[in-house]
């Protein structure tokens, strides 16, 4: 802090003066993180309301945003899983209670959250930060998690992040139980997630959650070897011994050894393979399989995530509606939108087959795999909130699938149209990467991909039974989420069948192609890394996975050095009016005419 902002910080946080330095901090915050806030002291606390969330703290400024904090937690605790709606979740290591509410809006008000504190004044904040928000299905503890039911002495440093478990000095004494008997006080005999981030006293957590850990789903737990690495308590290296934890029960576990930061490569992420189904490619069967289904009604479940899409997401579900097809229903998921966007969908509200989720912003994965989680139709449909479809579209995926029982995803290319123009362009979305024959088999459809790129719309629709079976879409890889997910349904010997059709329309809005081409990038080489090195693939196509990965790192090399194509100022028009010639058709397609008479309106 700067010496002239201290010093009217000062003079101002005082009994009269606070109410001032709440609305200048208020505007200093809405600026620096460009997220409306407003800031008062209540109770010996600065409140810092963003939104629909109130963050008490000790600190003026000192809390970011929750959606801020989602967009960091998404590369940590939900790197692997995120969890859904009914969900229960244990938070061991809650701190103030920023993962709380994060977990809480996740799992709704059907769910729950067991949020562990060991420190007291720690806890305080805690308890307070539930309490300012009404979370009715947050159930805060101070308690250290152990092995046995005891008092520890842990450390007492301002900064609660670094408090820990100590073996000998001084400290203050907390009560410590283990997490099995906190789980059966509080009745819970199963849970999806349980995040864990005790500063170095994992392995005494652990050893107390012997019956737990079975009934558990998924695990995100936090070591800290690193500390140890840079000189500190040896102690602290414990993931080792949490990782043997974990594989002797029936756990998969994943780690991070190419992430940036130290302390993220201490992460283990875990999936119990004995209760949970596989997230990811395992191996490659010899033979297709075909997905066994379960009778469910509706047939058809259409998931559509929506961020900031209040200005194309009527079109997008009015096409829902009409579909020759009326088995379906539709789930929207607004994931933390700024805009209008859920009072846009309201209206529809009054269809029985269209329900609105509302949750905070964790990226478009994320959203779509909490519309899957709430689906219960035969067939998972995928439309983003600004493209529409064709009326037929359903009743073609369906004639599609059900003429070959065998493959699990029908797909089909789109028509492409200009936001800036309303044209429609010449190229279909997915003709540049689409071989000219479909492969066949799983095995042969997995190498063309990976051989060609993506060249399955988006727009798919998947058997339900499988994305059960082998997950669904992988978070931390935005942009490229869908590739992985049809590579890991591939990997997994399940066929794919593409309708001929074009049955939907693609929005390509200005600059969306090239505006994150080094994210895209990135992304897509984290994507080859992950066939190459976690899916237990043939050796040929493990080998062309890596080969696409060094071809994505050359690229990413040489893109500093590339030079953009700049047109002559006085070609700029004669290149548009060739361009429009050569990029757009003259005359809209009669099939987009007779849906869709006035393009403008979409």
Not at 170 to 185: E, F, N, S, Y
């Amino acid at each position: 802090m700067s010496g002239w902002r201290r010093a009217v910080k000062t003079q101002l946080d005082r009994p009269g003066g606070r109410w001032f330095l709440g609305v200048l901090g208020s505007i200093w915050i809405t600026v620096v993180h460009r997220e409306p806030c407003f800031v008062r002291w209540k109770d010996g606390a600065w409140i810092h309301y963003y939104g629909g969330e109130a963050i008490p703290h000790w600190r003026l400024g000192g809390p970011v945003p929750l959606k801020s904090f989602t967009a960091g937690g998404r590369d940590i605790y939900l790197y692997e899983y995120t969890p859904r709606p009914g969900e229960v979740v244990f938070d061991v290591g809650a701190g103030i209670g920023m993962a709380t509410l994060l977990f809480s809006r996740l799992v709704g008000s059907e769910g729950r959250v067991v949020a562990i504190e060991a420190h007291p004044r720690t806890y305080e904040w805690l308890d307070r930060l539930c309490r300012v928000n009404r979370l009715t299905n947050v159930a805060p503890l101070q308690v250290a998690a152990s092995a046995d039911e005891r008092e520890l002495m842990i450390t007492d440093f301002a900064e609660h992040d670094r408090n820990t478990v100590l073996d000998g000095g001084q400290g203050i004494t907390v009560p410590a139980r283990p997490l099995d008997d906190i789980a059966k006080d509080l009745g819970i005999a199963q849970v999806a997630f349980v995040k864990m981030n005790v500063e170095g006293a994992e392995q005494l957590a652990i050893q107390g959650m012997e019956r737990l850990i079975d009934h558990t789903r998924h695990v995100c737990i936090s070591c800290h070897d690193f500390i140890a690495d840079e000189g500190g308590p040896e102690n602290m290296r414990t993931k080792a011994l949490v990782q043997e934890f974990l594989l002797d029960h029936g756990f998969r576990v994943t780690t991070r050894q190419g992430a940036r930061d130290p302390w993220t490569r201490d992460y283990l992420y875990g999936v119990n393979e004995r209760i949970a189904p596989p997230a990811r490619a395992i191996a490659m069967p010899r033979k297709a399989r075909t997905p066994v289904i379960a009778n469910a009604s509706p047939t058809f479940s259409v998931v559509m995530p929506a961020y900031n899409a209040a200005s194309t997401i009527a079109p997008a579900i009015q096409s829902v509606q009409r579909q020759t097809r009326g088995d379906f229903q539709l789930i929207v998921v607004d994931d933390g939108s700024t805009d209008d966007t859920a009072s846009r969908v309201e209206p529809f509200l009054s269809d029985a087959r269209i329900k609105l989720i509302s949750q905070p912003n964790v990226g478009q994965a994320g959203a779509r795999n909490v519309g899957i989680a709430a689906s219960s139709g035969r067939y998972v449909s995928l439309l983003d909130s600004d493209d529409v479809w064709l009326p037929s579209y359903l009743e073609e995926m369906a004639a599609t699938l059900d003429a070959n029982p065998s493959a699990a995803v029908a797909y089909t290319d789109a028509w492409v149209i200009d936001d800036a123009t309303r044209k429609i362009e010449r190229s279909s979305a997915m003709s540049r990467w689409h071989p000219s024959t479909t492969p066949e088999g799983p095995e042969q459809f997995l190498h063309a991909l990976l051989e060609r790129g993506n060249y399955v719309f988006v727009g798919a629709t998947v058997q339900r039974a499988v994305l059960v079976e082998v997950g669904a879409f992988r978070t931390g890889i935005e942009g490229v989420e869908d590739y992985e997910l049809w590579l890991r349904i591939a990997a997994n010997g399940y066929a794919f069948i593409r309708c001929p059709m074009k049955l939907a329309i693609y929005r390509r809005s200005p600059g969306q192609t090239s505006a994150n081409f080094a994210d895209m990038t990135r992304t897509a080489r984290e994507v080859f890394r992950i066939v190459a090195e976690e899916y237990d693939l043939p050796a040929d196509l493990s080998e062309l996975a890596r080969v696409r990965m060094r071809e994505r790192e050359q690229q990413l090399a040489t893109l500093d050095s590339m030079d953009p194509r700049r047109v002559p100022r006085l070609l700029k028009r004669p290149y548009k009016t060739l361009s429009r010639t050569r990029h757009f058709r003259l005359r809209t397609p009669s099939e987009i005419r007779k849906a869709f008479p006035d393009l403008k309106a979409l």
